[in-house]
């Protein structure tokens, strides 16, 4: 059974990097067409997809957070991660690694932004 688990800090000031990691257990990153990513849900609105890493390591980003995202994996620790620079309060959310080909998704880790 694949499970995903989210970390990180759960507070992070204006202006830093908002970084967040996804652990997979049950099943492994490089497994031939799937694709490991990262959404998120701002109070009281919809989820935002923020963009996507490949089997092959090909990553992906959603146009409105392009210019502040990266995502990247550690093949050894089966583990992705999400970086987001230059945060502001607008990026307060639930965020969700996910596996959408898999249908598998990690509990959500709620992240404030916040002096």
Avoid: H, M
Wanted: charged fraction near 10%; hydrophobic fraction near 25%; aromatic fraction near 12%.
């Amino acid at each position: 059974q694949v499970q995903l688990q989210e970390s990180g800090p759960g507070l992070v000031k204006p202006s830093q990097t908002l970084s967040l990691t996804c652990a997979v257990s049950g099943g492994s990153l490089t497994t031939t067409d799937y694709f490991w990513s990262w959404i998120r849900q701002p109070p009281g609105k919809g989820l935002e997809w923020i963009g996507s890493i490949g089997y092959s390591g090909s990553t992906y980003y959603g146009p409105s957070l392009k210019s502040r995202t990266s995502i990247s994996r550690d093949t050894s620790k089966n583990q992705f991660t999400l970086q987001l620079t230059s945060v502001t309060p607008e990026d307060t959310a639930a965020y969700y690694c996910a596996c959408f080909n898999g249908g598998y998704w990690g509990q959500g880790t709620q992240v404030t932004v916040s002096s």
